[in-house]
């Protein structure tokens, strides 16, 4: 899960400086703000610190985020004829800012704890691309695919070939795992995603993988956790909404998993908190292959002192 | 699942010349926009046109509608503060014109279809009160609950009097079945369920039962559905993720269940639409309980002809 964000006080103060992509498009506010919460929080990793539409841009998808509306995208893509102005491209050069940023935290880094990368997914990434910015419902990605399946195939096609490629530069620019996020997929029933989805996903892994271990994430995908499994990674990132042990036994246990602790949890008192989060330790009964993690990207609202405790607890709880 | 909507050419005419909130407390104008559904689409049921939030008015958390944005709450409930400024109402006299516009559609549907009232689940109605509006995270909502759980449960306990009291006073006004929306309660996981949502379940569906079947509904439920059905109603609505006979299996096989055809599937190609209503009846099996419905409300981009070409589908192949 991203770990910096507003909820950090040295956060804001960059961004009150710089916005999000200046950031982003800037090794050292890369290397700054990652360093964030490894510095402050104590944590086992640090995590790339970077957006999920940079591959857009590239693509021919141009971006802007506009004040509390999030990404949006001007001209979006919504059928085949729009696919006319995509174009591959090689993330080495179009998105060397992120690989340098890479480099240098490895250095910054090194001997403490490792650097996991990370990028979105290629339905994930065509929500964006197709409704034009954040969405509910996500109608207007359905209608591409259920009414035109074959440029839709085109479209998850091209992102998995672009991301899957940008993965595999993030690790050989050092970057010791990576996160795949498949972040609004549980809108998708089960035979939806075994067509649209589980085959380009299949392909991005087998173009990013082999070199580090690979995370493959979602939310609400409790109904989906089999076939993510099927699609491809080497650790199933499961959300908040159903028990670790649930999901885990969803995935298969001969897989590793990471989660799930419910992340407003951590608006709530510091005794639910921790009883939340032995709940979870409890669930995964110390068995290897289980990364405690939050079950969803951290809310701004959250206050840093209940972090830090719960990296502190989990760390005395499973100390060996 | 409310019928009428955005997307027929007869319901944006009335909207044009009324905002949602004036429908909503003009008897007859819920009269005309109830009955364009019925008559255009051929369906089995009216449903009633209403708003969820109407109860929250007289409660004492006023709202509105902002051009785009949806529904704004002013002046949010954020904690146990703000419970002394809510009061219980009586509905027949501050929801009057919902009741009125019920027998007025009584007299206009008799002989026809039945009528379908319906009402918001305590949880669902206080994300909105807590946010102020839509959410998708409902950090506040689940801040209130983990931080001042006892406030939380006497206003989901209010919450629940005064929409069960709102729902038997529809059906003693002529509404032959009810329908309860707990559309957002899937962001939640079984034991926040239990401990925070079922208990007020339970007294919303004592309140308001015994005179017509009750139908409970939530979407992102696949992992709840045995403890809605635990909570109460006499028929059990499933979202498109999961399908209708998993859902069915989850919710337990000896009660009636509704759904489940993907609302974004009316926007795909007729063969991929019939097909998909196809493995919906397939699923079902032919058994008694089950209500072919969608999966979720209705798309407002959905051509109208589409819809028509279901209920014609669903009455042939159901036909006896």
Redesign the interface.
């Known amino acids: 899960m991203r770990q910096a964000g507003r909820y950090m006080p040295e956060y804001r103060a960059v961004r009150e400086r710089h916005d999000l992509l200046e950031i982003c498009r800037t090794p050292e506010l890369v290397v700054e703000v990652t360093l964030q919460p490894v510095r402050a929080l104590g944590v086992d990793a640090g995590i790339l610190f970077s957006d999920l539409l940079l591959p857009l841009a590239p693509l021919g998808i141009p971006f802007r985020f506009a004040a509390g509306e999030g990404p949006v995208v001007d001209a979006p893509v919504r059928g085949g004829d729009d696919l006319a102005r995509l174009r591959r491209f090689d993330p080495r050069e179009e998105l060397r800012p992120v690989l340098d940023a890479i480099r240098l935290l490895r250095r910054e880094l090194e001997g403490k704890v490792p650097l996991i990368g990370f990028a979105g997914a290629p339905f994930t990434l065509a929500s964006y691309a197709v409704e034009g910015g954040?969405s509910?419902?996500?109608?207007?990605t359905?209608?591409f695919?259920?009414?035109e399946p074959r440029a839709w195939h085109a479209l998850a096609a091209l992102l998995a070939e672009v991301v899957g490629d940008y993965l595999r530069a993030q690790a050989e620019a050092g970057a010791q795992a990576l996160q795949v996020f498949d972040s609004w997929v549980?809108?998708?029933?089960?035979?939806?995603y075994r067509e649209f989805v589980l085959p380009h996903l299949r392909t991005l892994f087998a173009r990013a993988g082999g070199l580090v271990p690979l995370i493959h994430f979602g939310t609400?995908t409790?109904?989906l956790l089999a076939l993510q499994r099927e699609a491809g990674g080497d650790v199933i990132g499961i959300d908040?909404?159903?028990?670790l042990d649930e999901g885990w036994r969803a995935a298969g246990e001969d897989v590793a998993v990471q989660g799930n602790l419910?992340p407003?949890?951590l608006?709530?008192?510091r005794e639910?908190?921790l009883a939340r989060v032995d709940?979870v330790l409890a669930r995964a009964g110390g068995r290897a292959g289980h990364i405690f993690n939050l079950g969803h990207g951290i809310?701004?609202?959250t206050p840093v002192e209940n972090v830090k405790a719960v990296v502190d607890h989990v760390h005395a709880r499973t100390a060996r």
Chains 1, 2 share one sequence.
């Not at 509910?136 to 207007?140: D, E, G, M, V």
């Not at 549980?186 to 939806?192: N, R």
């Open positions: 954040r509910t419902q996500f109608a207007a359905k209608a695919m259920y009414s549980g809108v998708l029933d089960a035979p939806d609400g409790s109904h908040w909404r159903i028990g419910e407003a949890a608006l709530g008192t639910r908190l709940d809310l701004p609202a």
